[in-house]
């Protein structure tokens, strides 16, 4: 089974790295820049200003997840928000990620997406965003239908 490692800052404003190995150790692919820090307005306009990870709309919370490959439809807007591949649905199992779910939360995600205005990684709902080219290498990486274990942590 792959495994996707994502490791964070603790300053959610600065990237993470996401990387790609078998379940033999080997890097397949990455490091790429990850993302994981909500937008600040909408977890504000949602209820959780201090974007807290186990919250709806907060940070992405650190744990371990299930992942699979998803497809989602073809539109503009799903374009510019998740990218034009597909993503990575993640089930939580264990840690802040477990507990997000307990408290409600769902939806959480490894995906692309437009960039912003500076070329930068635009902050999600608590996604983990990548950029589009590091989004079709990683999925390229990945056995078709295989599960794949995820694992977020901060450094």
């Keep these: 089974m792959p495994l996707i490692t994502v490791t964070l800052q603790r300053d959610r404003t600065k990237t993470g790295t996401l990387t790609v190995t078998s379940a033999a150790g080997a890097t397949l692919a990455g490091p790429f820049d990850a ?14 200003p201090s ?18 490959v998803s ?9 510019r ?7 990575i649905t993640l089930d939580p199992v264990s840690g802040q990620a477990k507990t997000a779910k ?4 769902w939806g959480l995600l490894i995906h692309g997406g437009a960039l912003n ?30 599960k794949i274990e995820v694992v977020v942590s901060e450094s």
Excluded: H
Excluded at 58 to 68: A, E, L
Excluded at 120 to 140: A, H, W
């Design 117 to 146: 205005a500076a070329g930068k990684l635009r902050p999600t709902f608590g996604c983990v965003r990548v950029s589009n080219t590091s989004m079709q290498i990683l999925l390229g990486k990945l056995p078709g239908g295989e």
């Design 71 to 79: 497809a989602l439809a073809r539109t503009p807007v799903n374009d």
């Design 102 to 105: 307990e408290n409600g939360r």
């Design 35 to 48: 993302l994981c820090k909500a937008d600040n307005a909408a977890a504000a306009a949602r209820g959780n």
């Design 51 to 68: 974007r807290d990870p186990t919250k709806s709309y907060g940070d992405t919370p650190t744990g371990k997840y299930r992942g699979f």
């Design 81 to 87: 928000t998740y990218g034009p591949q597909s993503v």
